[in-house]
């Protein structure tokens, strides 16, 4: 209903990973090249962490467009929540791979197989699991034992595991150790810093049509960065919501007054820092503190006694 109004083509804050929005920063671009260089030389198994709303489904859709052009065979799966029998028939269907048997060992054997092909072929097959940590302890495990799936010098399956940094936590459990060893490389989305907030407001805004009138004022975009933290999700609501509430009252270029009622309204201010907690429990499981501190105590007795 705004775009006329602020000569825009389509919404330019859509919540959807749509990578023809993807703002390219130097972490993007690294965690971008990470996965491409990850498949090219068949590393094998790549995690891609990052907070809440930062741009991880965004990037692997990016990558999944790399892959395609690259004629890649892919999966994707994007429901973590699947038992193990509904992963290996999502995996399967997703490559291609006909298979109507239900039997664990039948499959493995007939993806190895495919595998090999591609392998012949010069391709590899590269396995991506987004929100991976929802994954259950068994499907893990089935993802580490599709890890042993190689050649003698290399892996014929590449695997990318995405998802929120709790996830990097799990893969730090005892019983999740073999799966983290297996780990060779490493990304990781990050929230924005207040230049690249404006660039990347200003660049959705070009995409969606825009002919380069400033929309948002400076200290608007200011306050949007201090309220959305940087995480560009929370800049997509902050943003159409302004725009919305500007059409609204037929005003523009949008000021900070604005942004101010969207983020109150939405519940979205930023919330002075909390005192840190430092209890005794926090300090006992803290070993670096424990042994500072009983080094205090030593040196304390010893001036205390006069030493
Ligand atoms: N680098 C970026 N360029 C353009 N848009 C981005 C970028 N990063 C995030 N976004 C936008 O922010 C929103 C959230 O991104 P996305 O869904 O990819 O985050 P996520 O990290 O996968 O979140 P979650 O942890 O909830 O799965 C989307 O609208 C997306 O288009
Ligand atoms: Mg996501």
């Not at 060779?184 to 070009?206: A, D, N, V, W």
Request: proline share 6%; charged share 25%; aromatic share 8%.
């Amino acid at each position: 209903m705004y775009k006329k109004f602020f000569g825009l083509r389509e919404n330019p804050f859509n919540v959807n990973p749509d990578p023809r929005y993807l703002f390219v920063t130097p972490h993007t671009e690294e965690a971008l090249s990470c996965l491409t260089y990850g498949v090219q030389s068949r590393k094998g198994f790549i995690l891609l962490t990052g907070e809440v709303g930062t741009g991880k489904t965004t990037l692997i859709n990016k990558f999944l467009e790399w892959l395609h052009r690259e004629s890649l065979p892919t999966a994707f799966i994007f429901n973590s929540r699947l038992n193990e029998d509904q992963f290996f028939e999502f995996m399967m269907t997703d490559f291609g791979i006909p298979c109507d048997t239900r039997s664990k060992s039948q499959i493995l054997l007939r993806l190895n197989q495919w595998l090999l092909e591609r392998y012949r072929a010069g391709e590899t097959g590269v396995l991506i699991i987004d929100e991976a940590q929802n994954l259950s302890p068994a499907v893990l495990e089935e993802i580490r034992l599709l890890t042993n799936l190689e050649t003698y010098t290399e892996k014929l399956l590449q695997i990318v595991l995405a998802g929120q940094p709790e996830l990097d936590h799990k893969l730090r459990q005892p019983e999740l150790r073999q799966l983290r060893q297996r780990i060779t490389l490493r990304s990781k989305t990050y929230p924005l810093t207040s230049e690249e907030t404006s660039g990347y407001i200003t660049s959705r805004l070009r995409i969606a049509g825009s002919d380069g009138q400033p929309i948002f004022t400076p200290e608007a975009i200011d306050l949007i960065h201090r309220h959305s933290r940087g995480i560009p999700r929370v800049i997509n609501v902050l943003c159409e919501h302004s725009l919305i509430n500007a059409f609204a009252d037929q005003r523009k270029p949008i000021t900070a007054e604005i942004v101010q009622t969207v983020a109150e309204d939405f519940d979205m201010l930023v919330a002075e820092a909390p005192p840190p907690q430092t209890s005794l429990n926090s300090i006992a499981e803290n070993p670096r503190l424990v042994e500072a501190l009983e080094g205090l105590a030593t040196l304390m007795d010893r001036l205390r006694r006069n030493e």
